[in-house]
């Protein structure tokens, strides 16, 4: 049997930031708007110190208007509501995202509820899930955004009457992207750690989407011959070779067991370089279409 083909996220991702660029370049242009995203960024977490940078970064080459807020693990809950109430006020700002986790003592699921909704664009204040959950207009999560451009890319535009497994059901990946599969007219399933028979939920799938944070879980015999397997699983693992391991030294892998699932999928994401580079590039999008939506045009 031949092998999965490989869903190359950062090439999608590279097509979404240049069509995102075209778009702020056109909002410019016509209307003189240039969309803003504001990041906020608590304490010195450094894997959080990387993500922020690359979201600054590349909303600048975008051509968007950047600002980045840091502050110490010291902040307090009412200066950080503050600050996201100075954003929500500001008309140069359209996005808002505060980097989480926050610090031990912050309270996120606050700090969320302060976001102006209509700015929330890392999808996460409850009614943007409320109206995502509705089918109605909203921002939804960056991730999951990323996940159905990458389907729609590999099966086309049209996914009805699919049958989509979700493992996870997280505020920030699970949910989100079963409701964005059930907009989409996919039958879907959300599976979880207290789900039974995994792997028979597992085997159902045409598009199974694991997001469990549980590196190489779902091997492939858990897997439909020919399914589309997007893995969103990001977990640092020691080298196979024990030379290498002994140094300390890590790679990134998936929740999804790459090497036999490649031999049974239609078609797989790689970690890295499958959905990852889509999460940022969809944070721009999503700053587009909430500037777009601010002022109406
Ligand atoms: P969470 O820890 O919030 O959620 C994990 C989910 O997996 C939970 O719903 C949990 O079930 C379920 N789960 C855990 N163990 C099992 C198991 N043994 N069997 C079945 N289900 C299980 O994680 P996130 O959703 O935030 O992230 C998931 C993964 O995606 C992580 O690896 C994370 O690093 C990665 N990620 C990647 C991003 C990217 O840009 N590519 C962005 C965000 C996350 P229960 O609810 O019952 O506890």
Redesign the pocket.
Known sequence: MSEARLIDGRAEADNLRARVAAEVAELKARHGLTPGLAVVLVGEDPASQVYVRSKGEQSQAAGMHSVTHKLPAETSQAALIDLVRQLNADPAIHGILVQMPLPAGLDEKAVIAAIDPDKDVDGLHVINAGRLSQGLPALAPC?PV?CMILLRQTLGEDLSGLRAVV????I???RPVAQLLLQADCTVTI?????RD?ASVCREADILVA????PR?IPGDWIRPGATVID????RVPFDDPAKAAEGKTKLVG?VDFRTALKVAGAITPVPNG??P??VACLLANTVTAARRIHRV
Do not use: E
């Open positions: 991730t990323g493992l996870g059901r997280s920030l990946v699970g599976a979880h750690s207290r789900t995994l997001a469990v944070g549980r879980m969103v699983g990001i977990n929740d959905v990852g889509m999460t």
